[in-house]
């Protein structure tokens, strides 16, 4: 499965958040709940229009976009 099939971005949407396609559900929140120790289960009770490939589409989202971070480093100078 690919997360394009299952994430949007709409800058009508939530300002442009990425959101699981036919919802104003943000992968953000979805990811924020798994850290915050929900079990998919839970998520699934509270938000009965997600399967769990939308959970699914949500971490690889989040670990792409991590993926593609770069770090730039710089020197500080000493004054």
């Known amino acids: ?3 394009e099939d299952r994430i949007t971005m709409s800058p009508d949407v939530l300002v442009g958040k990425a959101v699981i396609k036919g ?3 943000s992968v953000e929140h979805i990811v924020d709940l798994l850290a915050d ?4 289960s ?4 509270n938000y009965p229009g997600l399967t769990h490939d939308d959970i699914g589409a949500c ?4 670990a792409e976009v991590l993926k593609s971070e770069r770090i730039y480093p710089f020197e500080v ?3």
């Open 77 to 79: 100078s000493k004054a």
């Open 59 to 62: 971490l690889k989202f989040a």
């Open 23 to 25: 919802t104003r559900i």
């Open 1 to 3: 499965m690919k997360w």
């Open 42 to 45: 839970e998520i699934l009770r």
């Open 37 to 40: 120790g929900w079990a998919e």
